[in-house]
């Protein structure tokens, strides 16, 4: 089976940094994606992590940690537009992704 | 930039009434899925589809749905007799690669709703 967890909501404020964590318990386990759904819209990629480690991309970073069933994303110099449901979503292997619930993120000036 | 495209992107149909959504993936994509979002739920895998055939589904895709590739750019999601709780967001993607390899790219959604 499946289980992803996440916070249900944070809030931040405007150029800050926020972290964003997800614990996982999957059947199989390649990597894990980060998505981006901004309210009523299609969820856009963020990033991927295969290895261990911390993966920097611009403003965002993601974390790993495969023996911990572990994942964080990190957001720095926080912007209103960033205001956004963060979804976790383990690579089982199979031909799909397997959402969480997602982290609604509210950043206010 | 290349994108998935959804139409329409808003249908409201009468329960027990067929439709069907449609989608173009990105064209040098070989693996396409559908998904579906409940207002305020989370996003859910419905099924995936690689040479011309469904690779995998889940529970929610049962006899009531059905997809196909009609030609070598559409791909379509129908939904024979629809329910009061098939009312949700429908959303295409479409990747290079299967297995989670590649990232899916998700078209924009079309919302369908059921009265």
């Known amino acids: 089976g499946q289980n992803i967890d996440q916070p249900t909501e944070m809030t931040a404020t405007e150029g800050a940094i926020v972290q964003i964590n997800c614990t996982y318990q999957t059947s199989g386990f390649n990597g894990l994606f980060w998505y981006q759904q901004h309210a009523g819209e299609a969820p856009t990629f963020l990033s991927y992590n295969v290895l261990d480690g911390l993966e920097e991309k611009g403003r965002f970073s993601s974390f790993l940690s495969r023996s911990k069933g572990y994942s964080y994303l990190l957001l720095k110099e926080l912007q209103m537009k960033d205001s956004a449901s963060y979804l976790c979503?383990?690579?089982?292997?199979?031909?799909?992704?397997?959402f969480g619930t997602g982290t609604r993120l509210l950043v206010s000036p | 930039e290349p994108e998935v495209t959804q139409t329409p992107s808003h249908q409201v149909t009468q329960m027990g009434q067929e439709v069907i959504l449609r989608c173009v993936p990105i064209?040098?994509?070989?693996?396409f899925y559908w998904y579906r979002q409940i207002l305020g739920q989370k996003v859910e895998f419905l099924v995936s589809?690689?040479?011309?055939?469904?690779?995998?589904k889940s529970e929610i895709f049962d006899d009531q749905f059905s997809v196909e590739r009609p030609d070598g750019s559409n791909f379509t999601l129908k939904i024979r007799s629809t329910k009061l709780e098939d009312s949700a967001m429908y959303f295409c993607?479409?990747?290079?690669?299967?297995?989670?390899?590649?990232?899916?790219?998700f078209g924009q959604g079309t919302r369908l709703t059921v009265v």
């Open positions: 064209s040098n994509h070989l693996y």
């Open positions: 589809f690689y040479n011309n055939e469904i690779s995998e």
């Open positions: 979503a383990p690579n089982t292997g199979f031909q799909k992704l397997v």
């Open positions: 993607a479409s990747s290079e690669a299967g297995r989670g390899q590649t990232e899916a790219f």
